[in-house]
T-cell receptor
Framework: KAGVTQTPRYLIKTRGQQVTLSCSPISGHRSVSWYQQTPGQGLQFLFEYFSETQRNKGNFPGRFSGRQFSNSRSEMNVSTLELGDSALYLC?????????????FGEGSRLTVL | KQEVTQIPAALSVPEGENLVLNCSFTDSAIYNLQWFRQDPGKGLTSLLLIQSSQREQTSGRLNASLDKSSGRSTLYIAASQPGDSATYLCAVMTTDSWGKLQFGAGTQVVVTP
């Protein structure tokens, strides 16, 4: 059974540009969450999607946005990149409903902003 | 607001010793608590999940306990090996926020041969 797949794995952008990251969840998982990991702030929750609807959102500026498609694949977008956006972006998927709520993470997309 | 703390931030042990990693949280209204392992530059690998109604979970050399009333969880790794060297993170999901994990800062573990 394939795990959570994130693309691209590495990317370099310059300040002011925008970036789109993609996440394919484990087959059958309909909840997708996004996290940002930096050395200074650790792992922080960005948002969670289920059935193409954002259900929870973390404390990030509006430059960070996401969406989920009907096949549960999700994308996140960061506009007007800043140096501080350099981070490892992790996606996780889980089953919905009366389950354990276990989250399964991908390998992440490492973004460097120059 | 849920806050998760992990102590110690780092530890180094000789091979064969048992590891004890601590995690504390402030809000006992949790749905579950997960322990993860992270190798440098990699994603998170799920080690153990404890649901709020459970007191412990075991997998091989790993055992995790949960005490909701005191807001604590402990991860025990028996007979440590150099391959156990990694950062260990605990995270809690509260009952009103599906898919939203609140993470601790992690414990960086080094097991020396």
């Amino acid at each position: 059974k394939a795990g959570v797949t994130q693309t691209p794995r590495y990317l370099i952008k310059t300040r002011g540009q925008q970036v789109t990251l993609s996440c394919s969840p484990i087959s059958g998982h309909r909840s997708v969450s996004w996290y940002q990991q930096t050395p200074g702030q650790g792992l922080q929750f960005l948002f969670e999607y289920f059935s193409e609807t954002q259900r929870n959102k973390g404390n990030f500026p509006g430059r960070f946005s996401g969406r989920q498609f009907s096949n549960s694949r999700s994308e996140m977008n960061v506009s007007t990149l800043e140096l501080g956006d350099s981070a490892l972006y992790l996606c996780a998927s889980s089953l919905e409903g009366f389950t354990t709520g276990e989250l399964f993470f991908g390998e992440g997309s490492r973004l460097t902003v120059l | 607001k849920q806050e998760v703390t992990q102590i110690p931030a780092a530890l180094s042990v000789p091979e064969g010793e048992n590891l004890v990693l601590n995690c504390s949280f402030t809000d006992s209204a949790i749905y579950n608590l997960q322990w993860f392992r992270q190798d440098p530059g990699k994603g998170l690998t799920s080690l153990l999940l404890i649901q709020s109604s459970q007191r412990e979970q075991t997998s091989g050399r790993l055992n995790a306990s949960l005490d909701k009333s005191s807001g604590r969880s402990t991860l025990y790794i028996a007979a440590s090996q150099p391959g156990d060297s990694a950062t260990y993170l605990c995270a809690v999901m509260t009952t009103d926020s599906w898919g939203k994990l609140q993470f601790g800062a992690g414990t960086q573990v080094v097991v020396t041969p």
